[in-house]
């Protein structure tokens, strides 16, 4: 799409996990318009709202409720509006790790992914979204997109904020998230559900379902990442594959392994660029399910350690950890465990040095037979 287009974006669902009060799913759907078609787009919005009644008040998706033949002749007047329908539908039950149920980390991922989703799809963009009401999410997403946005990769894009009872176009955002919410979520389906998404197809552009099965090919076509390295991704992507594949969860250590790669898969899904996971934002997520919080020194021997020696590459820093995928990425991990490997090999050197010139080289403090590997590393280094 070569063309500048706004969107008006608004939200369906909450971060709450109690799936016996709460809904399913947590969905956002943008109205898309070319700039050059927005004042029509008002009128004829105007004239819709006159038809079904909104002269005083908004046309929010709510006030329809479970009237669901007046949404179907609303519906049908919106699916005839010169506008294309992108929405981010996410089921909440499938999302890996009880850490989602804190509201800071459910926001965080979905932030992520539907600010890579919105800006890899539409690269040329204004974005606005509903300042007021009950819309945490978008008013989290505003000051992450001002936060993150980076006008070198995303030219021509712009986003902002305005009032839904002042916008028509926010409403009409707010209906269409809203009936996604009765096609979708588990408390809101009924007969209708199918009704309501095939008079609204003729509008929509896509719906991304998350989280989706995860495939390579998924990550390539989804990547933003100029540093993204096709190659590196890809033989770290199989050796995590065929560990989840080929290994249960029969211990502690193993649940361990086993929940941390599927979250760095996770975020690797949704992160932009491919950014590293703080150690404190991966134990909030492990510890939910665990009877005993993760003790650092278990988590970097037992979990992460146990990993790299059976040939998973993880990359480490002081930012966190992450699923290589560049050259930039090992090469972090690399000078990473230079800093803490070269200084204690030196420091064990210097006292095997002391010790064999004080006892004339009768004592090696090496040479028992536990320690022949690092005596045969220290031999071929000095």
Same mark, same amino acid.
């Given at each position: 799409?070569?063309?500048?287009?706004?969107?008006?974006?608004?939200?369906?669902?909450?971060?709450?996990? *109690?799936?016996?009060?709460?809904?399913?799913?947590?969905?956002?759907?943008?109205?898309?318009?070319?700039? *050059?078609?927005?004042?029509?787009?008002?009128? !004829?919005?105007?004239?819709?709202?006159?038809?079904?009644? +909104?002269?005083?008040?908004?046309?929010?998706?709510?006030?329809?409720?479970?009237?669901?033949?007046?949404?179907?002749?609303?519906?049908?007047?919106?699916?005839?509006?010169?506008?294309?329908?992108?929405?981010?539908?996410?089921?909440?039950?499938?999302?890996?790790?009880?850490?989602?149920?804190?509201?800071?980390?459910?926001?965080?991922?979905?932030?992520?992914?539907?600010?890579?989703?919105?800006?890899?799809?539409?690269?040329?963009?204004?974005?606005?979204?509903?300042?007021?009401?009950?819309?945490? +999410?978008? %008013?989290?997403?505003?000051?992450?997109?001002?936060?993150?946005?980076? /006008?070198?990769?995303?030219?021509? $894009?712009?986003?902002?904020?305005?009032? $839904?009872?002042?916008?028509?176009?926010?409403?009409?955002?707010?209906?269409?998230?809203?009936?996604?919410?009765?096609?979708?979520?588990?408390?809101?389906? $009924?007969?209708?559900?199918?009704?309501? #998404?095939?008079? #609204?197809?003729?509008?929509?552009?896509?719906?991304?379902?998350?989280?989706?099965?995860?495939?390579?090919?998924?990550?390539?076509?989804?990547?933003? *990442?100029?540093?993204?390295?096709?190659?590196?991704?890809?033989?770290?992507?199989?050796?995590?594959?065929?560990? /989840? &594949?080929?290994?249960?969860?029969? $211990?502690? =250590?193993?649940?361990?392994?086993?929940?941390? #790669?599927?979250?760095? %898969?996770?975020? =690797? @899904?949704? &992160?932009?660029?491919?950014?590293?996971?703080?150690?404190?934002?991966?134990?909030?997520?492990?510890?939910?399910?665990?009877?005993?919080?993760?003790?650092?020194?278990?988590?970097?021997?037992?979990?992460?350690?146990? /990993?790299?020696?059976?040939?998973?590459?993880?990359?480490?820093?002081? !930012?966190?950890?992450?699923?290589?995928?560049?050259?930039?990425?090992? *090469?972090?991990?690399?000078?990473?465990?230079?800093?803490?490997?070269?200084?204690?090999?030196?420091?064990?050197?210097?006292? @095997?040095?002391?010790?064999?010139?004080?006892?004339?080289?009768?004592?090696?403090?090496?040479?028992?037979?536990?320690?022949?590997?690092?005596?045969?590393?220290? !031999?071929?280094?000095?």
């Amino acid at each position: 799409m070569n063309n500048i287009v706004t969107a008006f974006a608004d939200e369906f669902g909450n971060n709450s996990f *109690d799936f016996e009060k709460q809904g399913t799913h947590f969905i956002v759907a943008a109205v898309i318009c070319k700039n *050059d078609n927005l004042a029509k787009l008002y009128e !004829d919005i105007n004239i819709l709202r006159k038809k079904h009644n +909104f002269q005083s008040g908004e046309m929010k998706s709510s006030g329809v409720a479970g009237n669901h033949s007046r949404r179907k002749r609303i519906l049908e007047d919106i699916a005839k509006l010169d506008i294309s329908v992108y929405s981010v539908v996410v089921d909440k039950r499938k999302l890996y790790g009880k850490g989602f149920s804190i509201k800071k980390s459910f926001y965080k991922y979905l932030n992520n992914l539907v600010y890579k989703e919105l800006y890899r799809t539409f690269p040329k963009l204004e974005l606005y979204v509903d300042e007021h009401g009950g819309n945490d +999410f978008m %008013l989290e997403f505003k000051k992450y997109v001002h936060k993150n946005h980076d /006008l070198n990769l995303f030219s021509g $894009s712009d986003f902002g904020l305005v009032e $839904s009872d002042k916008s028509f176009y926010i409403q009409i955002a707010d209906f269409v998230a809203g009936t996604l919410g009765y096609v979708f979520d588990e408390k809101k389906k $009924s007969e209708h559900s199918g009704t309501f #998404l095939e008079i #609204l197809k003729p509008i929509i552009t896509s719906i991304d379902e998350f989280p989706k099965d995860y495939s390579f090919e998924e990550l390539m076509e989804s990547n933003i *990442d100029e540093n993204f390295d096709p190659s590196i991704a890809s033989v770290c992507y199989q050796r995590i594959s065929k560990f /989840l &594949n080929n290994v249960n969860g029969d $211990s502690q =250590q193993k649940i361990d392994q086993i929940k941390f #790669l599927k979250l760095l %898969l996770l975020f =690797q @899904r949704s &992160n932009p660029k491919n950014k590293f996971i703080t150690t404190k934002e991966i134990f909030s997520h492990l510890n939910q399910s665990r009877s005993e919080n993760l003790k650092e020194e278990y988590f970097r021997s037992k979990v992460v350690g146990s /990993l790299r020696d059976q040939g998973i590459l993880i990359a480490s820093g002081r !930012d966190g950890y992450k699923i290589p995928s560049n050259a930039k990425d090992l *090469d972090t991990f690399v000078k990473h465990g230079k800093r803490i490997v070269v200084p204690m090999l030196n420091r064990i050197q210097q006292a @095997r040095d002391a010790i064999r010139l004080a006892t004339g080289n009768e004592l090696d403090i090496l040479a028992k037979n536990e320690l022949k590997e690092l005596k045969n590393l220290l !031999d071929r280094w000095s």
